[in-house]
């Protein structure tokens, strides 16, 4: 769930949550700054593993996961961490 990826965002030093996850969109970036955010997000992209989107919160760059289709389970939205957790240490 989106709330459980949330969690797992909380936990990694790496990270923050960008917003509050009322529902299934969680806004989280890289602490390093914008330009490590936006290279993640493309390389997550071209990898075909997940896609991720973005915004521009507080004039930040922040990552965008939604956890929404109907046939999403925990196994897949976990997958998706850590993805970008292994991307995020290269």
Known sequence: SARQFAEWVKE???FELAAPVPLN???FRLKAGDAANQSLMERLNRSG???LTHTKLNDRFTLRLSVGQTNTQHRHVERAWK????????
């Open 12 to 14: 990694d030093d790496r």
């Open 25 to 27: 969109l969680v806004c």
């Open 49 to 51: 593993d997940l896609y």
């Open 83 to 90: 993805r970008i957790q292994e991307e995020a240490g290269r």
